[in-house]
């Protein structure tokens, strides 16, 4: 009787685990209607507003994910979600509602580069692959961030000292954030997505810089060239902000380029046109 209670309580512990893995493998992934939700949030209307066209699960670049379309008063909206935080990856519609969210552009990305997929070509993540998801975090390690961030600043660990590389979270999303400094004191800041590698923002500044001595200085049409010549595509047209400042006695430029989704701030040295400081991230973020 006693080895018959034993194995019995055995299979009821073993029942309850196996509920709470099911329990868990459930909360990894919002479900479609959630999803549905989020985009009517984001736009500021109602489900009694809008008629739905299509509502498909897809996978992009590792990371699962919703795509929810509809129309109100004849105006589409398109709205790419997040399966596991929830989070609005991308959005599109030519004029969001004054109840949506303001801070994001017509059509937009986080993250720069972002490929667009045809949804006739999305494939729904399997329960199987979910659970998968849930148990590894299929998230890249530490040295993976370090080997992305360095491959990206053009530098090899040798020739840096990392002050910090660390997986954090930020709007329900884990990333990793690296830190470093080269031997001529430039220090790059990088927020890496820990599920896709992908780089969120990034920026660098160069201290303890001295100016030339001989005070001749590029012009400013040079150092907006300069600044493009960093964001593939833009233009100037994509320069929103533009001015000439002095640091420690040291005459530069500043600016900001806002393209494709993403914010770009600048310091360029006025005297040999080296970039100071550089600054990327999302707009909006």
């Not at 999803?35 to 990371?63: C, D, M, P, Y």
């Not at 398109?78 to 109840?99: V, Y």
Request: hydrophobic share 35%.
């Amino acid at each position: 009787m006693q080895w018959k209670y034993r194995l019995s309580a055995l299979a009821v512990s073993l029942a309850l685990l196996a509920g709470c893995s099911a329990q868990q493998t459930a909360l990894a992934h919002i479900d479609l209607e959630a999803a549905k939700i989020k985009a009517l949030e984001q736009a500021g209307l109602t489900a009694s507003e809008v008629e739905f066209t299509a509502a498909t699960a897809g996978t992009r670049n590792g990371v699962d994910y919703y795509r929810v379309e509809f129309t109100a008063d004849g105006q589409p909206y398109q709205f790419d979600i997040d399966a596991m935080t929830g989070l609005i990856i991308e959005e599109s519609a030519s004029d969001i509602p004054q109840g949506g969210d303001d801070s994001k552009s017509s059509s937009s990305s986080v993250e720069e580069g972002h490929p667009e997929t045809d949804v006739d070509h999305f494939t729904a993540p399997s329960q199987s692959s979910q659970a998968s998801s849930t148990a590894s975090g299929e998230i890249i390690t530490e040295k993976r961030a370090k080997e992305i961030a360095l491959s990206h600043a053009g530098l090899k660990e040798a020739d840096v000292t990392f002050v910090k590389s660390a997986l954090d979270y930020d709007d329900g999303y884990q990333m990793y954030e690296v830190e470093f400094y080269t031997k001529d004191y430039k220090e790059y800041d990088y927020e890496i997505d820990a599920r896709t590698g992908e780089i969120i923002s990034y920026d660098y500044d160069a201290e303890d810089y001295t100016a030339p001595s001989s005070g001749k200085t590029i012009s400013e049409q040079k150092a907006k060239e300069l600044a493009l010549s960093q964001v593939p595509g833009a233009t100037a047209n994509d320069i929103l902000e533009f001015e000439v400042d002095h640091d420690d006695g040291r005459m530069e430029y500043e600016g900001k380029i806002l393209y494709d989704g993403m914010e770009y701030e600048f310091e360029i040295d006025a005297y040999s046109g080296a970039i100071r400081s550089w600054e990327a991230e999302p707009i909006g973020r």
